[in-house]
């Protein structure tokens, strides 16, 4: 997809701080970090949210998590261990339309999900 930000992002038309890449999936830094350690994964292919590339293609969304657990391990956290997240929706504060996996850790967690403010 021309116009979307993750696409430019695998193509390399906006830089980013790459930590792995597969043939099907691309892993770099998130731009706003909420852990010490905080990396997106993404499929190479365009795949609006997590649901969709469920049910779209389940192999990739299988290369997405192996990618994460991949990048887990390469950061030292797979046996401090870590969060994978899909935010899904307008509750979740989606704002990226290409489904992506955030890896989070490198530091003791908080809670999570619950309402903000
Ligand atoms: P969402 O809220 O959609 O689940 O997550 C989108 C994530 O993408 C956010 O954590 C945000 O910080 C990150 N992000 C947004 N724009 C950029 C960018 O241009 N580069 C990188 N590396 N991350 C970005
Ligand atoms: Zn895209």
């Known amino acids: ?6 696409c430019k992002i695998v ?10 890449e597969t043939e099907t999936t691309f892993a770099f830094r998130d731009i706003n970090p909420q852990s010490k350690v905080h990396v997106l994964v993404v499929p190479k292919a365009h795949h609006e949210d997590v649901v969709e590339l469920a049910a779209a293609d389940p192999q ?28 899904t929706g307008e509750h979740a504060g989606r704002t990226v339309f290409h489904a992506h996996l955030h890896v989070l850790g490198g530091e003791q967690l908080g809670l999570f999900g619950r309402p903000t403010g």
Not at 11 to 20: L, N
Not at 62 to 85: H, L, P, W
Request: proline fraction near 2%.
């Open 1 to 6: 997809m021309s116009d979307c930000l993750f």
């Open 11 to 20: 193509a390399g038309d906006i830089p980013s701080t790459k930590v792995h």
């Open 60 to 87: 990739l969304l299988a290369d997405v998590i192996a990618t994460g657990a991949a990048v887990a391990k390469a950061e030292g956290m797979d046996v401090s261990g870590f969060r994978f997240v899909f935010n």
